[in-house]
């Protein structure tokens, strides 16, 4: 047998001789591993959940939102002579395609609807032919919406997968629904999609209860051009987002008169910010189920300064039988690593049953990684080690004779 597997064993024979001290040292490092396992997962989970969210509206997106004013903030903006966000802005953004790919409109619409259920309102969205591209909405059956239908103000309209399923057999491509004094007819329906956080900064609309109409390019009988809710920009490929948001408010600045009437978020700002709020909560987590590992730790120093203590004796017994105090340090050593290791795949084994549990009934995201399961039993072994090393280094250093007249 070689010397490596004979300290092993020769380690825990000497723990299991002390059965009681050796499982409670265990524990703490159990708990500690545990923690730091089951905070890093969370951690994960919620960083994996608020990429899939982000995603869904686009990364190379900008989004641009109407603001709501008041009475006297909007009595000022008609005095500088600003209508609020527009087809125009629409327009003017879309004419620098080295920047910006492709611009899309989006109005929200107070429009009574009929052959719905009761307590089923649905909203309605005039957008522009490209809105669905832009935003990421695919087709299941049916056309999406056309540009030649904005230009004729075609009487068609797109539904989504829960106002489909709420019409029954009405609500097939062909059939036709009624919205305020209209007949649409309609050519497509969107395919399911999730419906995202609503607490989310810029949340994805639920597309699910949404039914889209063309936007006409047209300016009303007044002359002003189609007032908006919500233009999206989508970034040209190569272009740089900073060179993007600073073209938007350049031009928005300008046309709206100074008046910040809108508002102007990019879901890639948010995921950088994001992504530095999680790094900052995982690292606060970490400390946490670190310093339950630092308790652990300490408490194992407490355990081997008093194991040394007693067997001080067997320390000058293996002295004068030719144990170096190299062997002496050596064993000491393992025996505190080895209860670390037992406590760290005990604690990867209850932080797995932690993450299950918490995902299980509390709904919390989880997101296990190669990262949250390898740290936790580095640093316990790295515990082991630190913890280990003074008592280990007080055994080697005894006198071999005053440690024999313990015997």
């Known amino acids: 047998m070689n010397f490596p597997a004979q300290l092993v064993i020769l380690a825990a024979r000497s723990l299991i001789n002390r059965k009681l ?70 327009e003017r953004l879309g004419q620098f395609p080295h920047l910006i790919a492709r611009v899309a409109a989006f109005r929200e619409e107070a429009s009574p609807l009929y052959d719905l259920p009761p307590g089923f309102t649905p909203k309605v969205a005039l957008v522009s032919a490209n809105y669905l591209p832009v935003a990421g ?69 639920n597309y699910n209860q949404t039914i889209f109409l063309p936007l006409p390019r047209r300016a009303d009988t007044s002359g002003a051009s189609p007032a908006l809710s919500r233009i999206i920009v989508e970034i040209a490929p190569g272009a740089r987002i900073e060179d993007a948001n600073n073209l938007i408010d350049r ?41 339950s590992l630092l308790v652990g730790g300490i408490g194992i120093m407490n355990i081997m300064l008093a194991t040394v203590s007693e067997r001080t004796g067997e320390i000058g017994l293996r002295r004068a039988v030719g144990a170096t105090r190299g062997d002496i340090l050596r064993q000491f050593l393992a025996e505190s690593v080895l209860l670390t290791v037992v406590g760290g795949l005990l604690g990867l084994v209850a932080g797995f049953l932690c993450v299950f549990l918490a995902a299980r009934f509390t709904g919390w995201p989880v997101g296990l990684t190669f990262f949250a399961v390898c740290a936790p039993l580095a640093l316990s072994v790295l515990t082991g080690i630190v913890s ?5 280094l007080r055994a080697a250093r005894l006198d071999p004779i005053q440690a024999l007249r313990a015997l």
């Open 21 to 90: 001290r050796s499982s409670l040292s265990v524990l703490g490092v159990v708990c500690g591993v545990m923690a730091v396992m089951a905070m890093l997962a969370i951690g994960e989970g919620a960083k994996q959940t608020t990429l899939r969210e982000l995603e869904q509206l686009g990364l190379r997106n900008i989004y641009i939102n109407a603001v709501r004013l008041d009475d006297k903030q909007l009595r000022e903006a008609r005095a500088r002579r600003s209508h609020g966000l527009n087809l125009a802005d629409a």
């Open 137 to 205: 909405i695919a087709v299941a059956t049916g056309r999406a919406l056309a540009e030649a239908d904005s230009e004729r103000r075609n009487g068609v309209c797109l539904i989504g997968a829960d106002v489909a399923a709420r019409l029954g057999g009405q609500g097939g491509p062909g059939k036709y629904l009624r919205i305020g004094d209209g007949l649409f007819h309609i050519v497509g329906i969107l395919a399911k999609m999730n419906s995202g956080n609503a607490s989310a900064k810029i949340a994805p609309d």
């Open 251 to 291: 031009i928005l600045h300008m046309t709206h008169n100074g008046v910040r009437d809108f508002q102007r978020v990019a879901p890639e700002e948010l995921l950088a910010q994001s992504l530095r709020t999680k790094r900052l909560f995982n690292l606060m987590l970490a400390l946490v189920g670190g310093i």
């Open 388 to 392: 280990g090393l003074y008592p280990a």
